[in-house]
């Protein structure tokens, strides 16, 4: 199937309010919360990709994801 262009704004939009109710959001909140994780998971990916690299491995496996989390972590 094709993928998906946009953030699922309304389910964003549940999450965040679900966690802090107290928080009134401005129009585009959503879309700055989704752009961040995707940020996010770009950099993880990439240090992950970094660290099988540096065990010699093809793949990235589970240990490299967690061995780069903690590296992003310390940032």
Do not use: C, W, Y
């Not at 993928?3 to 939009?13: I, N």
């Amino acid at each position: 199937g094709r993928m998906k262009r946009t953030a699922p704004r309304s389910t964003l939009r549940k999450i965040i309010k679900k966690h802090k109710p107290q928080l009134r959001l401005a129009a585009n909140t959503d879309l700055l919360v989704h752009l961040s994780f995707l940020l996010f998971l770009h950099r993880l990916a990439e240090e992950a990709r970094t660290k099988a690299f540096e065990n010699r491995s093809k793949i990235i496996k589970p240990e490299h994801t967690i061995a780069a989390a903690k590296v992003i972590k310390h940032l």
